[in-house]
Structure formats: structure tokens, C-alpha cells
């Protein structure tokens, strides 16, 4: 992958505030022809600097007000793939990592209420060999910024 220039810079800054541009309307922002963004976000894009497309949801806007942090312990080692694989398909988790510590994994995991959350929990614990998991509910949110 060639180092990002300033122009590949500006073209991601602008699909990241501006996610539902045209390649004509970045272009215009950053002094390009249509085409030629659509050059650079395709090379961006084989080379794995943009990964993917996604849609953002408010939890707000779909009720899901509930937040908390899980901390997952498994029996022996599981593979980071295999943790993956058993949470991808539970809609609550809304992003997954493995750490260090103690812990083997932790999930942020978003919920209707308090009900939905414990439901949202006995899948994920169900979902892979877990020993035991330890939640971590959210009051507040002071800081909140968007993925660099």
C-alpha cells in the first residue's frame, strides 16, 4: 500500500462527515472529477485503508437505551475467530475485542432495558464456551466520538 497523500486524507475525511456524498460532490470539495475519486476510494478500498460502508443507528431513535460492557472468561483458550463466529449473529453486540488481563474478551452491548440485556447475555454466554462473564452497566456517556 503507497503512503495516503493529502488529497486521499481529504477525501476520507469528507466520506467519514459526509458518508452519503456522490463522488462529484467530494470532488468538488476536494478539486477533483468524479472519476478520479472514484479511482482513489476504489485504491483505498482494495488496499484496506477503507474496509467497509456501514449505517450508523441511533439507539435512541430504536429504543435501545440500555449499555453495558461485558467482560467474557472462557474455559481454555479460544480462538479470537471462534469468539467472533459465536457473537456476530447477536444483533445486541455491537462490537467485540479480545484484551488482556484477566478477561478473555469484552463486548459492548446494546439493550431495550434491563430485561432485553439479560436475555442478550444468556445468548452470549450460550454462544461459545464460556466459564462466566462479568457486566459492567453504562449510567452515562460523558465522551462519545466516532470511529477515526
Not at 33 to 45: E, F, I, N, T, Y
Not at 71 to 76: A, L, R
Not at 82 to 93: D, Q, S, Y
Request: glycine residues 4%.
Amino acid at each position: 500500500m503507497d503512503r495516503l497523500d493529502q488529497t486521499d486524507e481529504r477525501i476520507l475525511a469528507e466520506l467519514a462527515n459526509h458518508a452519503r456524498a456522490t463522488f462529484a460532490e467530494i470532488g468538488e470539495r476536494v478539486n477533483l472529477s468524479a472519476p478520479a475519486v472514484k479511482r482513489r476510494v476504489d485504491r483505498m478500498l482494495d488496499d484496506g485503508v477503507i474496509r467497509s460502508f456501514t449505517t450508523v443507528v441511533d439507539r435512541n431513535a430504536i429504543g435501545w437505551n440500555t449499555e453495558a460492557y461485558v467482560q467474557v472468561f472462557c474455559h481454555g483458550t479460544i480462538a479470537p475467530a471462534e469468539l467472533r463466529k459465536a457473537w456476530v449473529g447477536i444483533p445486541e453486540v455491537v462490537s467485540a475485542a479480545t484484551v488482556t488481563g484477566t478477561a478473555d474478551a469484552i463486548l459492548h452491548v446494546l439493550a431495550r432495558d434491563m430485561r432485553h440485556l439479560e436475555e442478550a447475555l444468556e445468548r452470549i454466554r450460550a454462544s461459545a464456551d464460556i466459564e462466566r462473564s462479568e457486566s459492567i452497566v453504562v449510567l452515562s456517556n460523558i465522551i462519545e466520538r466516532a470511529p477515526a
